[in-house]
């Protein structure tokens, strides 16, 4: 038998009012309230009708989400939570993958014809003619990694600068005395913030990086930078990659060349994807919360297309040091490899 709006009142033990309150995203609702009733639906496997609502409201009920790749799993994870919680609230979720452009003569076809009830745009390339067009549309967005800081209002963003910076402070409290950094494309705002952390963190320390070099968000970036290490021989005592991707080719060169990690060079990287847990040893890095992203972008869409933020608004979220085997006490780990010799 399907499972009905009366079903979940049943289960919640509240009104059928306060469940379709919650169901359309109502902000009257106490957020108890609207916790229980978003658990009975789940106990219930009950799924409210997006034609129904869409009818009722006299909207889409779909959700556009533009991003620029499938090939990160930060942002699959990202995709991941905004569908499960869009679907509680009777949204699908729609997603383009584009090169990053949007073209001068023709909007995406995402915002044409009111095709969606609102839009969000993770880690847009050119969010600004998006942004035009969106506002020319009255279509209701919310930006996830925006590369503008003048369009940080509807946006929700990583304090990129303190992830940098734990990073550094990390390896210059592990011993570390020539530590290379390895960021990714400069088109990203990230890139620019992580960097400026991480030099901050080393100039508190006393130290100057041994290099700093400037890439693509890539394994093969980290691994031919590290391949050119290890043939002129000449090392870092440790290495911050700017995502997990160059973590992992940089890992990857030292161990084909016999070359320890972290035993003889400690490795950081940045966004705790799938492979830092795989990988051996296991990857040190900083950690992007996909959850609470996703969490606080689904709220301020929701809220902007029911009218019920009244004020233009911004979320930060603080990044967190997952320390894992790739890196150690460097000055212990080096005083071992001179024993040994």
């Known amino acids: 038998m399907k499972v009905s709006i009366f079903d979940v009142a049943k289960r ?25 009733v978003l658990h009975a639906m789940k106990e219930l496997d009950y ?53 990053g452009r949007l073209a001068e003569d023709e909007s995406h076809y995402l915002i044409q014809e009111d095709r969606v009830d609102g839009l969000i745009l993770l880690s847009p390339v050119e969010e600004d003619r998006y942004i035009v067009e969106l506002k020319r549309r009255n279509i209701p967005y919310v930006l996830i990694d925006n590369q503008n800081a003048e369009n940080d209002t509807y946006s929700v963003t990583i304090d990129n600068v303190k992830g ?14 020539s530590i290379a950094h390895l960021s990714g494309s400069e088109l990203f705002r990230s890139t620019k913030e992580r960097r400026s952390g991480f030099l901050q963190a080393l100039d508190e320390a006393g130290l100057a990086p041994f ?3 400037s890439g693509d ?17 000449h ?46 040893p296991f990857l040190t890095t900083v950690r992007q919360p996909a959850d609470l992203i ?5 709220d301020m869409l929701l809220k902007r297309i029911d009218g019920a933020m009244e004020r233009a608004s911004s979320v930060r979220i603080e990044p967190e040091l997952i320390v894992r085997q790739s890196t150690k006490t460097i000055a212990a780990a080096l005083l071992e490899h001179k024993e040994k010799e």
């Not at 919640?12 to 229980?36: D, Y």
């Not at 996703?294 to 689904?298: E, F, G, K, L, Q």
């Open 164 to 177: 940098g910076y734990i990073a550094g402070q990390l390896l210059a409290q592990l011993g570390a005395r």
């Open 294 to 298: 996703a969490v606080a972008a689904a």
């Open 217 to 233: 968000y890539e394994t093969e970036f980290g691994y031919q930078t590290a391949r050119r290490w290890i043939e002129t021989k």
């Open 211 to 213: 290099e700093i070099a």
């Open 47 to 99: 799924h409210p009708s997006a034609a129904a609502r869409s009818l009722a409201r006299g909207k889409t009920g779909i959700i556009g989400l533009v991003m620029t790749t499938l090939q990160d799993s930060f942002f699959d994870a990202i995709v991941s939570e905004l569908n499960e919680i869009l679907a509680q609230h009777g949204y699908f979720l729609a997603v383009a993958v584009t090169k």
């Open 12 to 36: 919640s033990g509240l009104s059928v009012v306060t469940v379709s309150r919650v169901l359309n995203g109502s902000g009257s609702v106490r957020e108890k309230n609207r916790q229980r």
């Open 235 to 280: 090392l870092p005592d440790a290495v911050f990659a700017g995502d997990d991707t160059i973590a992992v080719g940089v890992t990857n060169a030292f161990l084909e060349a016999g070359i320890r990690v972290p035993d003889e060079v400690a490795v950081v990287g940045y966004d705790d994807q799938v492979i830092a847990s795989r990988l051996r």
